[in-house]
């Protein structure tokens, strides 16, 4: 059977080019004309837009990634669009729409890439269901992988940002997504989605990080994405096996500490943070249990990314 | 439509082994017609059937494969929300005559596979209504939401009851009492449907209508209805029922009688035209022979083929031409004017544009 790692696999060797072969006009020309259409591991989205913040968003985070042709497949067809009337004059605002469907209201015209990464994320949690999808970050070393599941303002996205820049392989800021067939976790390494404190934090704790520009009054304050590490775009076809799966807290002030959690209560805390637990019926539960069976679990607080670094070094391999 | 080449994803119904061969272009573009018409299940359960699963490209077969746990899903919830509406009418020793997407789904046949719907349909005696209505509310089910206005509008001028939700699993019901309203034109005996009823040998006390009324169901149901945002969905029903029950003797040649009897030989003609039309369906020539009398004129079928052969197709940009959205209302008006004498009509419609909505924050 054809899995999904080995037909990205296979892209990736056909398609020798990527979105950095472009030159500025040329993405603004194919974002207006056609569609950019870019993989980014199982998916391929194409993208239409003349709003420069798009092709401004694209052409600093997305350059390694692979580049198709206009006569590709794509599993997603999205626009960020000006919608009509009176704000395309005052106040102009940009709206986001999969093939037509509109499933959001629109935002101010500066939110134009968040949106864009916000509409991505949410196409594939949606209607990918050929995966159990947790909104966790996850992140990979030696080929064993960590699931970061957490609700907003846990601290997660600065976790993964500071890991995948000590060592670990990104496979997503977002989306874990598991395999029912083997129980791998299959990557997705888009750009890491920082807000508000967070932005400086990784400023400061990473030398060369890349970072899109802060767009202020998002519904989720001021949000800015950091670039996937060049070489987790590379390895996008490769997948994972779960060993850990880890709660994390940021709480200022608070001492590292890392307990272990029975895997019961783990299961119910992961498949609260699903987004097609229910859609995916016995298959959702056999996977999810399989990767609970896989993996430690634990709750982790932090408040020191250099000790919380430490503790993900010193993770051991389940048995 | 006419004008140009049929929408991709037409081709594929009408043709599934078209998928052994098909550009990537074009699958790409069927792909995003499919999900629009919400026939991304229905198309990969065709192209099983054909063995073709295997040929696809690798990028389009995945993207399929992202629908069929939903499809799976749907089927494993459908058969325990039917367990669950049987053991609550057991009391009333009613069989449970399912219509539509239930009755397919239980009946095991080919126009249940990969089909997605909302809500689960029953036919019941409008002498037994109330009774119904207590036991399903005694496990649950609870008409919410309508004012007095709309229960008056199901319970006097409707063929069902309000739809009724169930309190903790959210799902829904039609209690039909038959098949049309009671304000419309035509109003088919439902005493002679539930009298043809087949037991569905699988499930003990569950029935479908009969072959032939299934079909002339569903045929009324898409052809006398004002929304066609499911009509491909509906239309593909009618395909399928058509090939699978027309290879079993005696189908076609009882369908044109009954439909008469029926008062529904119209909608047997739409539903036979647009079939054929549209997804290439067999049907032998003494059933269109049989069915010429129930043909509109020429000049008004020209019309309804210029409407219906716009509304039909997938709700996507790449099938909409000029004209889309007007055929699409004028079929709106078209299935209200069917429902109810202009009167009543004018009415109901003042009701809900100014009456309704003023009252709707107090009952929201």
Known sequence: MLTAASLTAASLTAASLTVASLSRSQLATRLAGPGLAVRTGPFASRIRSTIPQVADGIELLYGAYPLLGDEDFADFHVGLRRPGGLHRWYKPQVSFDLDGLVPFEPLPEAHAFPMLEWGLNWCISTRAHAYLMIHAAVVERDGLAAILPAPPGSGKSTLCAALVHRGWRLLSDELALLRPQDGLLLPVPRPVSLKNRSIDVIRAYVADAVLSAPVSNTTKGTVAHLKAPAASVARAGESARPAWIVFPKYEAGAATSLETIPRARAFFRVADNAFNYSHMGASGFATLAGAIDACTSYDFRYSDLDEAMAVFAALEAPQ | MSASAPPVLLRLLRDPGLAAALPMADWDLALR????????????????????????????????????????????????????????????????????????????????????????????????????????????????????????????????????????????????????????????????????????????????????????????????????????????????????????????????????????????????????????????????????????NRRLLALMDGLFERALLPMHASCDDALTGSARFALYLRGNWLRMPPLLLARHLFHKAFISKKNAPETA
């Open chain 2, 33 to 296: 017609q499919a999900t629009s018409a919400n026939l991304s299940p229905a198309l990969l359960a065709l192209i099983e059937e054909c063995g073709l699963l295997e040929a696809l490209p690798a990028a389009p077969r995945a993207h399929l494969e992202w629908v069929r746990a939903l499809a799976a899903r749907h089927r494993q919830a459908v058969r325990f929300e039917v367990e669950c509406i049987a053991a609550a009418l057991r009391p009333t020793g009613l069989p449970v005559l399912l219509l539509k997407g239930a009755a397919y789904a239980m009946a095991g046949l080919r126009a249940g596979e990969g089909r997605l719907f909302a809500d689960i349909d029953i036919l019941v005696p409008k002498a037994r209504l109330d009774e119904v209505e207590s036991a399903l509310m005694l496990h649950g089910w609870i008409a919410g939401g309508h004012d007095a206005y709309d229960q008056r509008y199901y319970r006097e001028w409707m063929h069902e009851l309000p739809p009724m939700q169930h309190v903790r699993r959210r799902t829904s019901i039609d209690v039909h009492h038959a098949i049309l309203p009671e304000t419309a034109p035509v109003r088919p005996d439902p005493a002679k449907l539930r009298a043809a009823a087949l037991p569905i040998e699988a499930a003990p006390g569950l029935a479908t209508l009969a072959p032939c009324d299934m079909v002339l169901h569903s045929a009324v149901h898409l052809f006398f209805d004002g929304e066609f945002d499911k009509g491909l969905r509906d239309l593909l029903d009618l395909h399928r029922l058509f090939g699978e029950f027309g290879a079993r003797p005696a189908f076609w040649d009882t369908l044109p009688a009954r439909a008469h009897e029926l008062q529904l030989a119209r909608p047997l003609f739409y539903a036979l035209r647009y079939s054929r039309r549209l997804l290439g369906t067999d049907v032998p020539a003494a059933v269109l022979d049989a069915l010429a009398p129930a043909r509109p």
